[in-house]
C-alpha cells in the first residue's frame, strides 16, 4: 500500500514564498504523473501544476511564472515551490499521483491529505 503525505502549508504574507513537499511510501511500485491541485472554498479544484516520468511540466495560467513543480525520483517526492505569492492562492493544496504496480500489474491514482497555504494581504 501506497500512500501519500503532504507538508509545507502555512501562513505567508502576499508576494512571500512556500514550498510545498509530497513523500510517496510504500514499495514495489512506480510512479507515473504526480501534480499538484488546489481547491478554495466555494470553488472547483483545479490542477496548479503537473510533471511526467520524464521531467515535463505544465503549469495553469494562472500559476505560470511564479510556481515550479519538480520531483525527485530517487527520493519519491514531489515539490510545489511558490514564489510571488497573491490572496487568490489560498487554497487547500492536494497532491496527486498515478502509482503503477508490477505484480500483478495495475494501476492505483492516490491523492494526499492536503494542506492549507493561507496568503495575507
Known amino acids: 500500500q501506497v500512500q501519500l503525505v503532504e507538508s509545507g502549508g502555512g501562513l505567508v504574507q502576499a508576494g512571500g514564498s512556500l514550498r510545498l513537499s509530497c513523500a510517496a511510501s510504500g514499495s514495489m511500485f512506480n510512479i507515473n504523473a504526480m501534480g499538484w491541485y488546489r481547491q478554495a472554498p466555494g470553488k472547483q479544484r483545479e490542477l496548479v501544476a503537473a510533471i511526467t516520468s520524464g521531467g515535463s511540466t505544465n503549469y495553469a495560467d494562472s500559476v505560470k511564472g511564479r510556481f515550479t513543480i519538480a520531483r525527485d525520483n530517487a527520493k519519491n517526492t514531489l515539490y510545489l515551490q511558490m514564489n510571488s505569492l497573491k490572496p487568490e492562492d489560498t487554497a487547500v493544496y492536494y497532491c496527486?499521483?498515478?502509482?503503477?504496480?508490477?505484480?500483478?500489474?495495475?494501476?492505483?491514482?492516490?491523492w494526499g491529505q492536503g494542506t492549507l497555504v493561507t496568503v495575507s494581504s
Open positions: 496527486n499521483a498515478v502509482i503503477v504496480f508490477p505484480r500483478p500489474l495495475r494501476d492505483q491514482e492516490l
